[in-house]
T-cell receptor
Framework: DTAVSQTPKYLVTQMGNDKSIKCEQNLGHDTMYWYKQDSKKFLKIMFS???????INETVPNRFSPKSPDKAHLNLHINSLELGDSAVYFC??????????????FGNGTRLTVT | LAKTTQPISMDSYEGQEVNITCSHN???????ITWYQQFPSQGPRFIIQ???TKVTNEVASLFIPADRKSSTLSLPRVSLSDTAVYYC???????????FGAGTRLFVKA
């Protein structure tokens, strides 16, 4: 059973297009996240949602719009894709706030390539 | 949020014990020390977490001195499959914002 699953695994698209990445977790966790890992391998938090409510938005451009239809899903929609959006996007979940005692569980990532 | 400092990279040989030390001088009273492992093309995976003294599980041990300003992740008898990036984090309660540093790239050679 995959705990945190993301689709698609690979996404190749052209500049200016709109694309979505889906994420689902079957762990019963309250909190879900999106992280971005760039070519230098730095892992940066983008958003966190708790019980479908946006908690953290780390100054991500408005072109990125997360949506959480329920606690088990957090999708990421990206408008007007730019070359700099090329990266690996990871979805994660945790019980509560991801603090002590509630580590993050990550999906295997979506590699987005914008040409 | 407490910042962590760890070596950029380390090399080891199969069968050796590997110790990766992390500094976190500004750790707060309610912060936990947490380590993740990331293989290429995969998401980070939680390895171990501790608050003080020593914690051991089936994968690793975590040593934390009394002042908690540093910690050491110990991997016993590494194998080639332990080649990965290891991230040290300090995580407080609440916040919903787990911050990752650059990590330590461990390369295990035959």
């Amino acid at each position: 059973d995959t705990a945190v699953s993301q689709t698609p695994k690979y996404l190749v698209t052209q500049m200016g297009n709109d694309k979505s990445i889906k994420c689902e977790q079957n762990l019963g966790h309250d909190t879900m996240y999106w992280y971005k890992q760039d070519s230098k391998k730095f892992l940066k938090i983008m958003f966190s949602y708790n019980n479908k409510e946006l908690i953290i938005n780390e100054t991500v451009p408005n072109r990125f719009s997360p949506k959480s239809p329920d606690k088990a899903h957090l999708n990421l929609h990206i408008n007007s894709l730019e070359l700099g959006d090329s990266a690996v996007y990871f979805c994660a979940s945790s019980q509560e706030s991801g603090g002590g005692g509630s580590p993050l569980h990550f999906g295997n990532g979506t590699r987005l390539t914008v040409t | 949020l407490a910042k962590t400092t760890q070596p950029i990279s380390m090399d080891s040989y199969e069968g050796q014990e590997v110790n990766i030390t992390c500094s976190h001088n500004n750790i707060a009273t309610n912060d936990y020390i947490t380590w993740y492992q990331q293989f290429p093309s995969q998401g980070p995976r939680f390895i171990i977490q501790g608050y003080k003294t020593k914690v051991t599980n089936e994968v690793a041990s975590l040593f934390i001195p009394a002042d908690r300003k540093s910690s050491t992740l110990s991997l016993p008898r590494v194998s080639l499959s332990d080649t990965a990036v290891y991230y040290c984090l300090v995580v407080g309660t609440g916040g919903f914002k787990t911050i990752f540093g650059a990590g330590t790239r461990l390369f295990v050679k035959a």
